[in-house]
């Protein structure tokens, strides 16, 4: 089970604000490359400025929770409205891999994760190889797999219910330490999820 599973009710809620920005010129890639842009930014000043002031971090949600709504936006602009290309399908992954990875970094700069910093990275590394492995689904004869129970919407919720938390608190307990570990065991599983999944379609 994934919070995927509910993008088809995120989306109908989007459907008219989709339309006006159709009317309005903007394009798929556009959103794409935005979203993007805005992560990293964003990644970057956090990782910066938010061990000085933790109630930066309440930025964190907000934007994920925008983010997830471009991330919509795009795919439907794509779809209903004749979008669709091969510069399109490489932006769509490339981008959700680096701002994936953009906003998980700040977290390696926070207590009490700075301790053990590896676990964050090795959480965007598996981050990024769960959503190549559900892009391979395609090349093997599968769809595109969104299988759980770690995938791009799982993560932005925890990250984002975690920031959250430290900007209203201001700290974090020590107990947390374990966080990114267990997230990391959960994205190894979401990949070999996709993989046996992915495998089983296309047989």
């Not at 065991?185 to 992915?198: D, E, F, H, K, P």
């Amino acid at each position: 089970m994934s919070l995927y599973a509910l993008k088809p009710r995120f989306q109908a809620l989007l459907r008219p604000g989709v339309r006006v920005l159709h009317r309005m010129g903007v394009t798929a890639n556009q959103v794409t490359v935005f979203a993007c842009a805005v992560s990293v930014a964003l990644g970057a000043w956090l990782f910066v400025a938010a061990p000085a002031n933790p109630a930066l971090m309440l930025a964190l949600p907000v934007w994920l929770f925008l983010r997830m709504a471009l991330n919509a936006v795009d795919g439907m602009l794509a779809r209903e409205f004749g979008q669709q290309s091969r510069l399109g399908a490489y932006l769509n992954e490339l981008t959700d891999v680096l701002a994936d990875a953009a906003l998980a970094l700040p977290f390696a700069v926070l207590a009490p994760f700075d301790a053990h910093a590896v676990w964050v990275g090795v959480f965007v590394v598996l981050a990024g190889a769960s959503e190549f492995a559900g892009a391979l689904g395609t090349t093997v004869g599968a769809t595109r797999r969104y299988d759980g129970p770690m995938g791009k919407s799982d993560r932005a919720f925890v990250l984002g219910a975690v920031a959250l938390w430290l900007g209203l608190a201001g700290t974090l307990p020590a107990a947390l330490a374990w966080l990114f570990p267990a997230l990391s065991a959960l994205v190894a599983l979401t990949i070999a999820r996709r993989v046996r999944n992915g495998l089983a379609e296309a047989r």
